[in-house]
Structure formats: C-alpha cells, structure tokens
C-alpha cells in the first residue's frame, strides 16, 4: 500500500526557515516523480516544485524560485522542501504528491498519490 507521509511545518516568524520532509512507502522514487503542493486557506491549490525521478532535475513555481529547494534521499525514499525567507503568504497546507510519470514536465499534472499534508504557519 502506497502512503506519503508529510513532515517538518510548524509556526515560524516571516524570514525564517522549515525545512519539509515527504517520506514514501510502497513505492519507490525511482518511478515517480514527486511534487510539493500548497493549499491557502480559501485559494486553489498551487503546485510549488516538482523533481524528477529520472535525472534529479526540479521545477519551481515562481513563488517559490530563489526561496525554496527541493531534493532527494532515494536511499531513505524522502524528499524535502528547504524553505527559507519566508513569508507569511507562504502560509498554507503543504502536500507532497508522487506523479505517474518520471519526469515533472507536465506538473501540477499526472498525480496519482498524496499524503494528508502538513501546516506552515508564517507570521508577520
């Protein structure tokens, strides 16, 4: 049975740091690639970054490019997401997803699972 576990949000002040974690079962990374998604209260859902499971490479949204750092542990079937400066529109629901394809070139798309998400609180 596949699950994905979401870790690391919490409350920190505006130009702080968390770092997310994303842990995986049943399945391994080497076949999906893994998407971070964010969900604000009373917005849509907006993918936030993406990497590949083929070559490693990612993909940021512009609201998180130059901020945020996503990466791999294929060893511990992990991904995180490195937030740093952040701010307090960055407050939302934080999701990882595994995507049915290997690479994120159609990302936000092709999701096939998701964990329960974790809160990130960002106050001003």
């Known amino acids: 049975e596949v699950h994905l576990v979401e870790s690391g949000g919490g409350l920190v002040q505006a130009g702080g740091s968390l770092r997310l974690s994303c842990a995986a079962s049943?399945?391994?990374?080497?076949?999906?690639?893994i998407g971070w998604f964010r969900q604000a209260p009373g917005k849509e859902r907006e993918g936030v970054s993406c990497i590949s499971s083929s070559d490693g490479s990612t993909y940021y949204a512009d609201s998180a490019k130059g901020r945020f750092t996503m990466f791999g542990d294929n060893a511990e079937n992990t991904v995180y997401l490195q937030m740093n400066s952040l701010k307090p529109e960055d407050t939302a629901v934080y999701y990882c997803?595994?995507?049915?394809?290997?690479?994120?070139?159609?990302?936000?798309?092709?999701?096939?699972?998701w964990g329960k998400g974790t809160l990130v609180t960002v106050s001003s």
């Open positions: 997803a595994a995507l049915s394809i290997t690479g994120c070139r159609y990302f936000p798309y092709g999701t096939d699972y």
């Open positions: 049943g399945f391994t990374f080497d076949d999906y690639a």
